[in-house]
């Protein structure tokens, strides 16, 4: 299976449309609300790390006008996305790998980071800990990460309980369908990745059909490891979450890292 289908960054580049159109599946009112519970002030600079069509980014900006807030992706067509529909201003929005050691474009101290919806696991494990690094660094003291995980119970379950495992939306009459996973997990032997069959299918309005299977590959992070390995390496405290702020984030597992007050 892992041989006829396209990696899911193909996905990402050159269909954000649909990721944007399929992925509107989440209340980012109540989860920005969430987060700034965690801060416990409001926020001044924040990054939207992993931030696909920047939905946090924008909501933020929508409630706390005064904040400078960031978004960083990989993809250039996530940025145009962002801009188009959710009016995230493009020079904001930097189009840069994260994980790989670059300058991070952060103009001021951040009091919050935000990772969410399973993108960490798109860093192995050296990236991940250069990623942790410049993420430290570009804090001020007192900022939080926030780090939305997968389920590990749901994983064992093979996703097949995943809320947001069936998506289907109609965009200007084209009907988009997700299935996430469309098949068994593949778990490698030899670390905790996992690879993750998907396929998006395009009903157009003249009846004509449209498949792509994708294969998305993730290291799966526990919150315990990240845990640890954040506090280990460079000194991040853990922040407890309470019920509220979890209900808010229903597919996932939240972690939230603090810098300690200088
Ligand atoms: C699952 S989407 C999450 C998007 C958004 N945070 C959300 O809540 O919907 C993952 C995003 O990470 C981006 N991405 C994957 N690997 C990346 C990397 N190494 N550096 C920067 N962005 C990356 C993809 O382009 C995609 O937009």
Redesign the pocket.
């Known amino acids: 299976m892992a041989y006829s289908r396209l990696s899911v ?1 193909r996905f ?2 050159k269909e954000p449309e649909a ?1 944007w159109a399929l ?1 509107r599946d989440r209340d980012f009112d109540a989860q920005i609300a969430a987060a700034v519970s965690l801060l416990g002030n409001e926020p001044r600079a924040v990054a ?6 920047a ?2 980014g924008a909501a933020l900006r929508r409630r706390f006008a005064a904040c400078d807030v960031v978004a ?4 250039p067509a ?1 940025r145009d996305v962002a801009a188009r529909f959710e009016g995230f201003p493009a020079e904001n929005y930097f189009v ?5 050691g670059r300058t991070w474009p952060v103009r001021s101290p951040l009091c919050m980071a935000l990772i ?4 960490i696991g ?2 192995d494990d050296d ?1 991940f800990i250069t990623f942790l690094s410049t993420v430290h660094d570009a804090l001020r003291p007192g900022g939080l990460v926030l780090i939305e995980l997968h389920s590990i119970p749901l994983l064992f379950g093979g996703l097949q309980d995943l809320g947001i495992k069936s998506r289907t939306v109609e965009i200007d009459g084209r009907r988009i369908t997700c299935e996430w996973p469309d098949g068994p997990l593949m778990w490698r032997s030899d670390s905790w990745t996992v690879e993750m069959p998907l396929t998006v299918s395009w009903a157009e309005k003249t009846g004509a059909l449209r498949d792509e299977k994708y294969l998305s590959i993730e290291r799966i992070y526990s919150e315990r490891e990240i845990v640890v390995a954040a506090s280990r390496c460079f000194g991040l405290e853990q922040v407890e979450i309470g019920e509220t702020e979890r209900a808010a984030f229903p597919d996932g597992e939240l972690v939230c890292l603090r810098r300690p007050d200088a």
């Open positions: 960054a990402y580049e990721y992925s939207d790390l992993f931030a696909g069509p939905y946090h960083i992706d990989a993809s996530m840069s790998p994260l994980g790989e969410l919806r399973y993108s798109y860093l990236q």
